[in-house]
């Protein structure tokens, strides 16, 4: 069964940091493209960051790791802003197949 975990949101203060992890089941995590997705309040969700994209920091706040070791992805956020308040999903896409799996979504809320 393909699962993929998500942890660390949680409520933080403006101009926090945190770490968010992913880990997925070794069967998807070394065949597919990881990324980690983002869902603000009235806006679609929208892709962040990931192993595959062309620049893994956004706007410098944000950085995507991985550890293949624990089949684990990260994503740092520096600087939060309120505006970063959202649901933080992890993804990964199937790189022969095309499939998508999707985390359950861990919420992050950022008090100005």
């Known amino acids: 069964q393909v699962q993929l975990v998500e942890s660390g949101g949680g409520l933080v203060q403006a101009g926090g940091s945190l770490r968010l992890s992913c880990v997925a089941s070794?069967?998807?995590?070394?065949?597919?493209?990881m990324a980690w997705y983002r869902q603000t309040p009235g806006k679609r969700r929208e892709m962040i960051a990931g192993n595959l994209a062309t620049a893994n920091a956004v706007g410098g706040r944000i950085i995507f790791s991985s550890d293949n070791a624990k089949n684990t992805i990260y994503l740092h956020v520096n600087s939060l802003k309120p505006e970063d308040t959202g649901v933080y999903y992890c993804?990964?896409?199937?790189?022969?197949?095309?499939?998508?799996?999707w985390g359950q979504g861990t919420q992050v809320t950022v008090s100005s």
């Open positions: 993804n990964a896409r199937e790189l022969v197949s095309g499939h998508e799996y």
């Open positions: 070794a069967s998807i995590f070394s065949d597919s493209a």
